[in-house]
């Protein structure tokens, strides 16, 4: 039986909650054995698995903190949904090879997410507005 809208909801916002709380177990306790994982432009293209997707976690934990991320607007399908949301935080490492220097960051992001029949993510394809991300933190 297809999930419904809530039910995509719920499991979109227990992902972003323990990508909030850098917690790495969590956000991949949310995917599939074999999820694919694809964040559009990550060196190395996309993964599978949940041992694929823990280094772009580590990573993104290290670079990046004190995320929230706002929904701005989600579309449903019959077993996806489209995540358009607003990420604001620090950034303390070096986001997508950027020096941060700690500074306040803020970008949209774009998740399409497909679900399996029991509510995990069994793919995840994300963009991120790294125009924006370029034009907040200069390279001097």
Known sequence: M????????RKMDEHFGFEARDDIAGVLATLTDDAEHDIVG????PTHGRDGARPFYE???ADLSDGQVRCLRRLHGADFLVDD??????APGRPFGLDGRGRDLEFRLLHVV???D???IKRE????????????????
């Open 59 to 61: 990573t993104l934990f």
């Open 42 to 45: 990550w060196p190395g293209g």
């Open 114 to 116: 497909e679900f399996t």
């Open 85 to 90: 949301s607003l990420w604001r935080g620090k």
């Open 125 to 140: 394809n994300v963009w991120v507005d790294l125009a924006s991300i370029i034009q907040q933190l200069p390279q001097d």
């Open 118 to 120: 029991d509510g995990n």
């Open 2 to 9: 297809p999930l419904t809208r809530e039910q995509m909801d």
